[in-house]
């Protein structure tokens, strides 16, 4: 009953390395996401995948990119990291029923960016 | 983009207190979610609300939509130390997933 699994729980990365968060779910849900969580911010959405094959923009994509390599799995990938960066990240997928899309989160991913 | 707005931010209440929290929007929403956060997870979503008016129930949890599909409540009863968290609405409009906005996350604290 794994749910929605991330990795890794921790990382810390100098300024300009690059990493790759992974993210996998095994609820059969045809569309995955990625928020990050910053103080007093709530929760803001970088990208999201309606469906394998298909990913788009949320609000704060900038310095992201993301691959959804199948049903399951939906990745993360920062390029260049920057301080600015430093954050909790979530991945989540959705179900939808009654009219309302009901989001499943992962533990989360604590980086920091020195 | 748009947040909602939570309020209180945090609270330090006994256990045993009732506690209500609220969440409001300029904007109209045909759904609202009531999500839970401990430390160090992500968030759980406590309650789902699908039409203007409706009060829900979810053990010791009652949540309602308010009727101008601007605001919502969340009303916690007889608080407990394991409601200790982070409660986020979340309010939604037509389409998918994506157009889901959340609260800034009202931070529930219950001393013994």
């Known amino acids: 009953n794994a749910g929605v699994t991330q990795t890794p729980k921790f990382q810390v990365l100098k300024t300009g390395q690059s990493m790759t968060l992974q993210c996998a779910q095994d609820?059969?849900?045809?569309?995955m996401y990625w928020y990050r969580q910053d103080p007093g911010m709530g929760l803001r959405l970088i990208y999201y995948?309606?469906?394998?094959?298909?990913?788009d923009k949320g609000e704060v994509p900038n310095g992201y990119n993301v691959s959804r390599l199948n049903k399951r799995e939906f990745s993360l990938r920062l390029e260049s990291a920057a301080p600015s960066q430093t954050s909790v990240y979530f991945c989540?997928?959705?179900?939808?029923?009654?009219?309302?899309?009901?989001?499943?989160f992962g533990s989360g991913t604590q980086l920091s960016v020195l | 983009g748009q947040q909602l707005n939570q309020s209180p931010q945090s609270m330090f209440i006994q256990e045993g207190e009732d506690v209500s929290m609220n969440c409001t929007s300029s904007?109209?929403?045909?759904?609202w979610l009531w999500y839970k956060q401990e430390p160090g997870e992500g968030p759980v979503l406590l309650i789902a609300?699908?039409?203007?008016?409706e009060l829900t129930s979810n053990g010791r949890l009652t949540a309602q939509f308010g009727i101008t599909r601007k605001d919502s409540f969340l009303n916690i009863s007889a608080s407990i130390p394991s409601d200790v968290g982070i409660y986020f609405c979340?309010?939604?409009?037509?389409?998918?997933?994506?157009?889901?906005?959340f609260g800034t996350g009202t931070r529930l604290q219950v001393t013994l």
């Open positions: 904007s109209i929403f045909n759904t």
């Open positions: 995948s309606a469906s394998e094959g298909t990913t």
């Open positions: 609820m059969n849900h045809n569309s």
């Open positions: 979340a309010g939604q409009r037509s389409g998918t997933a994506s157009k889901l906005t």
């Open positions: 609300l699908y039409k203007a008016g």
């Open positions: 989540a997928s959705s179900e939808h029923a009654r009219g309302a899309w009901k989001l499943f």
